[in-house]
DNA sequence: ACGATTGTTGAATGATTGATCAACTCAAGT
DNA sequence: ACTTGAGTTGATCAATCATTCAACAATCGT
């Protein structure tokens, strides 16, 4: 049995373990994924799996932390590339998860969000790394919400509205799993954009420019056009 | 084999196993749950659950489609006995899922919700039932939200709005259960509940009542009182 | 009263599960 | 050259998995 906590081991054997491993589990679940078909997809034998990892459990919690690892390098930090607006950051993380669905056909959305329902009651030890997964996620779009500055009401707590995108998000793209179509994830990320239009349109009060104006203009101004049939509602 | 689309089969033991095994899907989700033990836990022999069911899937059907048909019975006919404001029904619906978190110690959120994550793509006989379930809950939502008339405004989609609560919802619960702590959903839905009192402030000046307000007090009029550190904003 | 249908029993099935371990390889250290 | 120990192998394990089925009991319509 391996150091678990050499998270630096140079093992390839391990890596690509944990890469496979991570791959099946956000694929067909946790409990409907066999460590025979992990062995058999990382062409590894049984022995060695055990050698690097106590059991499936242990297997588990090791995907977890690397999904924790990357998930600035792999999720925020591309997004960061893309756009140096905090507020929009926010819309382009959304649109990523928007991606990865369409591109997998609606089978694969958030890969924790699907291992936070499923094990973190039956498995005790895996909801602390999931927990933290969150609150590090949340965190990252809490940043970009306190970089708006007072483009943002003075008064909004900058820490729930983080929790309201990853609600959003993660919800949606159940929804959207479910219906194997982008219509429900469109629906609810559409609103929330509104939500933000609303937030920006206050903050402008706030500042003296706008005149409080309840005007659809104002609020759809930058991100939100209309949609083909004419809405003022955009729904992506 | 009894005839499946016979839903209204007297047998009480065919009740008991849906009822059970509905228990325990949800508590254990549907691949941790042995056959095994919804036998022991409904005190039936295997030979009458497999005379009801044409195997597990067939009994996560089942279940499934119970869910469906008791939905208006166990969630939306209590709200709607408990105020008959239509937007503020929905608040009483978000709330009802609080308590069941808190009540449960964040073990059990939406029944459903579970379901759809875990077995949508591996079980794909799943999906319609999973799908019709989420597309009635919003419908419910939908109405009430078509019946608050011209306190939203004319222009927003209310079936997009509906999704929206539920993403909130499963999202909220989703991180609720990894916290095991209530403060992301309230966060979450605190947030949702200002959306909701733009969208009556935007109403009010279509029509014609309020100035346009962008204070905050017209707002947070009602519902969102002031959170106990003297914050304006309410994070439940 | 009768056969037919429906419901129930529980031991047994074969497949698969996660996990073990003695034996082996091989590069690094001395 | 010899030792050491991490890494790997694959046969093997008991347990559990979902499922079957022949036999039996209860209830039904006629």
């Known amino acids: 049995m391996v150091d678990q906590s050499n998270r630096g081991s140079t093992s390839a054997t391990r890596d690509r373990i944990l890469e496979i491993a991570e791959r099946l589990f956000h694929e067909r679940g946790y409990g409907a994924t066999g460590v025979a078909t992990v062995l058999r ?5 049984s ?14 919690l090791g995907v977890l932390e690397r999904h924790l690892s990357q998930l600035r390098i792999r999720v925020f930090e591309p997004v960061e590339r893309t756009t140096a607006d905090p507020l ?3 819309f382009v993380l959304l ?4 991606r990865n669905l369409e591109m997998t056909g609606f089978t694969r959305g958030c890969p924790v969000g699907n291992l936070a329902l499923e094990v973190s009651d039956t498995i005790p030890a895996a909801r602390d790394p999931i927990d933290r997964y969150f609150a590090s996620w949340t965190r990252e779009v809490h940043r970009w919400l306190e970089a708006a500055g007072d483009r943002l009401p003075g008064d909004l707590p900058r820490e729930a509205l983080a929790r309201l995108v990853l609600a959003v998000m993660e919800g949606g793209v159940m929804q959207a799993r479910a219906h194997h179509g982008i219509e429900p994830y469109d629906a609810a990320v559409g609103q929330f954009k509104y939500h933000m239009s609303c937030m920006e349109d206050r903050a402008r009060f706030e500042r003296g420019e706008g005149q409080a104006s309840g005007s659809r203009e104002s609020r759809q101004r930058d991100r939100s056009g209309r ?5 003022a509602w955009r729904t992506w």
């Open 227 to 231: 949609g083909p049939n004419g809405s």
């Open 88 to 90: 929009e950051r926010v």
């Open 41 to 45: 997809a990382a062409g590894v034998r």
């Open 47 to 60: 022995g060695s799996l055990y050698h690097f990892f106590r059991g499936k459990e242990a297997l588990l």
């Open 95 to 98: 649109d990523l998860y928007r």
